[in-house]
């Protein structure tokens, strides 16, 4: 099976900073990730797909890169609807999450 | 506009069965593959089962295997799953959540999901 690893868990930060999560697979996963956002009560938002692609009404500040084994979310310009948890999925290989990471207010 | 509606959730005891369903709206439902994914209380995502669009193709998660069943309905737009010999550890919102591209013949990228429904195993 394939593991998922994000990092950090938690993540604080302020309006306007920059911030980049990782995600590491425990094996090749080509570029089959996608990234998902999540508030409290809420279900997950896709936000990217195959590692890189926007999905289709989510603002141009997100951004993924990365393929094989270690990828990346980049949030641009941090704003106050970011403030969420976020999980990276693997699915070259059925689906797996990662833990999640919180990103929290500094 | 998309729309999965979840329902069937609630108490059961341990080793007792429970079935959910999904309702799907505002898509050709027949065209896309289906998955269950769920959420213990203040935990992370676990994807646990997928139906491909055309009933062909089923996969289950390792902790599901051999106790849970998948299946839908494309003339009524509905997706279940069947839950049998339930544990404390199932306990968890299920989200039913489609596929992303139409037709993939594995899970991949979930475009939708629904609002979840609440699976308690408690005695």
């Known amino acids: 099976d394939i593991q998922m690893t994000q990092s950090p868990s938690t993540l604080s930060a302020s309006v306007g900073d920059r911030v980049t999560i990782t995600c590491r697979a425990s094996?090749?996963?080509?570029?089959?990730l996608a990234w998902y956002q999540q508030k409290p009560g809420r279900a997950p938002k896709l936000l990217i797909y195959k590692a890189s692609s926007l999905e289709s009404g989510v603002p141009s500040r997100f951004s993924g890169s990365g393929s094989g084994t270690e990828f990346t979310l980049t949030i641009s310009s941090l704003q106050p609807d970011d403030f969420a948890t976020y999980y990276c999925?693997?699915?070259?290989?059925?689906?797996?999450f990662g833990q999640g990471t919180k990103v929290e207010i500094k | 506009e998309v729309q999965l509606v979840e329902s069937g959730g609630g108490l059961v005891q341990p080793g007792g069965s429970l079935r959910l369903s999904c309702a799907a709206s505002?898509?050709?439902?027949?065209?896309?593959?289906m998955n269950w994914v769920r959420q213990a209380p203040g935990k992370g995502l676990e994807w646990v089962s997928y139906i491909s669009s055309n009933i062909n193709t089923i996969y289950y998660a390792d902790s599901v295997k051999g106790r849970f069943t998948i299946s839908r309905d494309n003339a009524k737009n509905s997706l279940y799953l069947q839950m049998n010999s339930l544990r404390d550890e199932d306990t968890a919102v299920y989200y039913c959540?489609?596929?992303?591209?139409?037709?993939?013949?594995?899970?991949?990228?979930?475009?939708?999901w629904g609002q979840g429904t609440l699976v308690t195993v408690s005695s």
């Open positions: 959540a489609r596929d992303r591209p139409p037709r993939s013949s594995t899970p991949a990228s979930f475009g939708y």
């Open positions: 999925q693997q699915y070259n290989s059925l689906g797996t």
């Open positions: 505002g898509f050709s439902f027949s065209t896309y593959s």
């Open positions: 094996q090749s996963i080509s570029s089959w």
